[in-house]
């Protein structure tokens, strides 16, 4: 069975940093694509950022992608998401995802709350 476990979101003043981790099991890691999702209390889905099963390919949203940076360590089965120079907007539950067939796969989140 496909899980992932999203951690490291907590209550953070704007400019501070956060790095989220998500682990992953029952599925070959390291030949999946991973993606990063938020979403903001009320609003919908957004995708964050993206990164190539070897990782040497990482795409992030164009509005963070000067704070933001994913990157992942295969042995260790695990994804990361970087969260520097934090703002208020960047409030939200934070999901890895894998895409699969029939549908992709989500965790259960994180949460990332900025304010003073």
């Known amino acids: 069975e496909v899980h992932l476990v999203e951690s490291g979101g907590g209550l953070v003043q704007p400019g501070k940093s956060l790095k989220l981790a998500c682990v992953a099991s029952g599925f070959n890691f390291s030949s999946k694509a991973m993606n990063w999702y938020r979403q903001a209390s009320g609003k919908g889905l957004e995708w964050v950022a993206s990164i190539t099963s070897d990782g040497n390919t990482p795409l992030v949203l164009d509005s963070v992608k000067d704070r933001f940076a994913i990157s992942r360590d295969n042995a260790k089965n695990t994804l990361y998401l970087s969260l520097n120079s934090l703002k208020t907007e960047d409030s939200a539950m934070y999901y890895c995802?894998?895409?699969?067939?029939?549908?992709?796969?989500r965790g259960q989140g994180t949460q990332v709350t900025v304010s003073s």
């Open positions: 995802q894998v895409p699969m067939k029939p549908i992709s796969v």
